[in-house]
Structures are given as C-alpha cells and as structure tokens.
C-alpha cells in the first residue's frame, strides 16, 4: 500500500509538469459545425472501432484542456490511430480549440456526490491526476468518469504498449496487469460523467 501512494505522490507532481498549454480560446458555437464529422463516431451511443475493436469514446463534457491536446498528439502521431490521425492532421489550433469547446459543453453535474463502488487498489494511483471518481483534477486531466470499459482498457493497454506516448502513463501503465487494467476499467466506467454528445 505504501508503494502505491507513493506512485499516486509522483503521479500527482508529473501531472503539474505534464499539464499542456491551450493554444486558443474555443468557439463552441463554431466547434459545433466542425464536431458534424466527428458525430459519425462519437455521436452514436456504443459504437465500436472495426479494428482494434473497442467502443469509440465518449467526449460529452471532457476537459476542454485535455481534448486539445489529444487531437495535437494524434496530428502528431504520439498516439495511434489512423483514422483520428487522419482527421486531426486537417485541423488547426482554432479549430481543436472549438471542437473540444464544444464537446466540453456537455459536462453533466452528478446528483450524487461520491464514487460509486470502491475503488481497486491500482486506483490510488489513478486519483492523484484523475481523483477518486475519476472526473480529474485540474482541467489539463482528462475525465475517465463514465468511459467505456473497453475503451479504458485499450487506452492503458496502448500506454503499457507505447502506442500512446505519455512519460506520465507510460511509466504508470507499464507497471499494471491485466487484471488491475480491467478492474481500473470496469470501476471508472460506472462512476458518473462522459456522456455520448448530440446534436439538439
């Protein structure tokens, strides 16, 4: 126990140095007519990838901060994903500024306070930059509250793999089993937050 609030400690200071700059300031008016091809995916409620098959994430009400720099990592290609490479190398900072303005809109406020069920051990480590519900702690953090199971699985997997590159998880995902990666996915999965966004 004490070897994982260690690693939470650590956690908690590489999340301060890894938080990323916002590059604009989000139209979400703009973002929303920009987020029309991304609905394909992202608007349908379960829907899974062909290949790797896994449930396409849910973005309603994601950090602002985060998703900007998720679409930066997949033009880049520090993440990997042909076709959201594919797409994020057509945008610009202003438009992964609106698009995650928008898509951060849907935040939804819990009429219960708290984490539902309780927590695996291998989520001590999780709080320090995704709290104990897993809604974040700085607005740089992503929200894991309320993702897929098997999304959540396949983004550690990919961390522990390398295919995502993040010093932060990397380091943290390598050290996971399979075991703790499913219990990790299946507790935030049921705590409450993302939501499948859509038009109105």
């Not at 973002?31 to 290949?51: Q, W």
């Not at 880049?76 to 698009?99: E, F, I, N, V, Y």
């Amino acid at each position: 126990m004490k070897c994982r609030a260690g690693i939470g400690a650590a956690m908690a200071a590489a999340c301060a140095l890894a938080a990323p700059a916002l590059a604009a300031d989000g139209d979400a008016a703009r973002g929303k007519r920009l987020a029309y091809t991304c609905m394909g995916c992202h608007g349908i409620e379960h829907y899974k990838n062909a290949y790797p098959k896994y449930s396409v994430p849910k973005l309603g009400g994601q950090s602002a901060a985060y998703l900007e720099a998720a679409l930066a990592s997949y033009q880049a290609g520090a993440r990997w994903h042909p076709t959201m490479k594919g797409l994020a190398s057509t945008l610009s900072a202003q438009d992964r500024a609106d698009l995650a303005a928008w898509f951060a809109g849907f935040r939804v406020t819990p009429e219960a306070k708290g984490p539902v069920g309780t927590a695996p051990e291998a989520a001590a480590a999780c709080s320090a930059c995704h709290g104990v519900d897993g809604a974040g702690t700085l607005p740089e953090n992503p929200t894991i509250a309320g993702q897929h199971a098997d999304y959540l699985a396949q983004a550690l997997d990919d961390y522990r793999l390398g295919r995502r590159q993040n010093p932060v998880m990397g380091g943290f995902a390598a050290a996971l089993t399979r075991d703790e990666i499913a219990a990790l996915a299946a507790y935030f999965s049921r705590q409450r937050g993302l939501v499948t966004p859509a038009f109105d």
